[in-house]
């Protein structure tokens, strides 16, 4: 696991798997950072885009802000689950294979309930989208959007993976307040080899469809609204989707599973 960005083309190389940890709220860190209390949570982005660079053709994954008391914001010493969703899709889309939570402090659990749930939910994505994760890759492809809107795009060989991260927040020792984005609408190019186009979001509450139109090569999404992250699909390959209904549905099960 490696925390200073400016040596993972030293040491990526070593590791099987590399990993990085870089909190951006209240954490210790290796940069420096705009205020006491934290920074930009696109550094985490920044960090997991370079160890994927480092580390070719290997796979990385990504340590990320868990359960703790980091210490430097006594108002609200755990992040948001805002503030777990924005450095979340940050890692997925710039290229994490998995995310590892960094859980450490039973007392957090306790006082901040609200953030266990955060994980919870965003564990359910993760679920439905584990294969596809594993086998894709950041693309570089045109995106049109708002403006203060990060959109990762991951290619599989059935479908496109949007990480979708709103970046209009302000930083503030109690938490990030976020300014949510309006009536989203996106225009991606599609693939030549996705023939047909359909896009729906996952989340904690499940799948849901989205109005895409296709013209002229390209897919005109439109997502409502979004207040921090959202994960997005666009396939033409319909099993696709059921399988990602199929673990939706084991996922929701397995939380209430009885292990013998």
Not at 36 to 44: A, I, K, P, R
Not at 102 to 116: C, R
Not at 149 to 159: K, S
Not at 169 to 183: L, N, S
């Given at each position: 696991?490696?925390?200073?960005?400016?040596?993972?083309?030293?040491?990526?190389?070593?590791?099987?798997?590399?990993?990085?940890?870089?909190?951006?709220?209240?954490?210790?860190?290796?940069?420096?950072?705009?205020?006491?209390?934290g920074?930009?949570l696109?550094?985490?982005?920044?960090?997991?885009?370079?160890?994927?660079?480092?580390?070719?053709?290997?796979?990385?994954?990504?340590?990320?802000q868990?359960?703790?008391?980091?210490?430097?914001?006594?108002?609200?010493?755990?992040?948001?689950?805002?503030?777990?969703?924005?450095?979340?899709?940050?890692?997925?889309?710039?290229?994490?294979?998995?995310?590892?939570?960094?859980?450490?402090?039973?007392?957090?659990?306790?006082?901040?309930?609200?953030?266990?749930?955060?994980?919870?939910?965003?564990?359910?994505?993760?679920?439905?989208?584990?294969?596809?994760?594993?086998?894709?890759?950041?693309?570089?492809m045109?995106?049109?959007?708002?403006?203060?809107?990060?959109?990762?795009?991951?290619?599989?060989?059935?479908?496109?993976?949007?990480?979708?991260t709103?970046?209009?927040?302000?930083?503030?020792?109690?938490?990030?307040?976020?300014?949510?984005?309006?009536?989203?609408?996106?225009?991606?190019?599609?693939?030549?080899?996705?023939?047909?186009?359909?896009?729906?979001?996952?989340?904690?509450?499940?799948?849901?469809?989205?109005?895409?139109?296709?013209?002229?090569?390209?897919?005109?999404?439109?997502?409502?609204?979004?207040?921090?992250?959202?994960?997005?699909?666009?396939?033409?390959?319909?099993?696709?989707?059921?399988?990602?209904?199929?673990?939706?549905?084991?996922?929701?099960?397995?939380?209430?599973?009885?292990?013998?």
């Amino acid at each position: 696991t490696l925390c200073r960005s400016f040596k993972f083309f030293e040491f990526a190389s070593i590791a099987d798997i590399p990993s990085h940890d870089h909190y951006c709220i209240s954490a210790p860190s290796s940069t420096v950072w705009p205020k006491y209390f934290g920074t930009n949570l696109e550094e985490t982005g920044y960090y997991t885009r370079d160890l994927k660079e480092a580390s070719e053709p290997k796979p990385i994954w990504v340590w990320t802000q868990g359960i703790a008391n980091w210490g430097r914001l006594p108002q609200r010493y755990c992040p948001t689950p805002n503030e777990i969703a924005a450095q979340l899709m940050l890692n997925l889309g710039y290229g994490s294979k998995g995310i590892l939570w960094f859980n450490w402090d039973e007392q957090a659990a306790i006082d901040y309930p609200d953030s266990v749930l955060a994980y919870r939910d965003w564990g359910r994505v993760m679920r439905c989208i584990r294969p596809d994760l594993l086998r894709s890759d950041p693309i570089q492809m045109e995106i049109v959007g708002p403006d203060k809107l990060d959109v990762a795009p991951l290619a599989t060989p059935e479908a496109l993976i949007l990480c979708i991260t709103n970046t209009d927040y302000e930083m503030h020792p109690e938490a990030y307040p976020f300014v949510t984005k309006e009536d989203v609408q996106l225009e991606v190019d599609v693939p030549a080899w996705m023939e047909s186009v359909q896009a729906y979001s996952i989340s904690a509450d499940g799948l849901r469809d989205h109005e895409v139109k296709r013209v002229d090569g390209k897919a005109q999404l439109a997502l409502g609204d979004i207040e921090v992250a959202r994960l997005v699909v666009l396939t033409g390959d319909e099993a696709v989707k059921k399988r990602h209904a199929a673990e939706y549905a084991q996922a929701i099960a397995d939380e209430s599973r009885t292990y013998e």
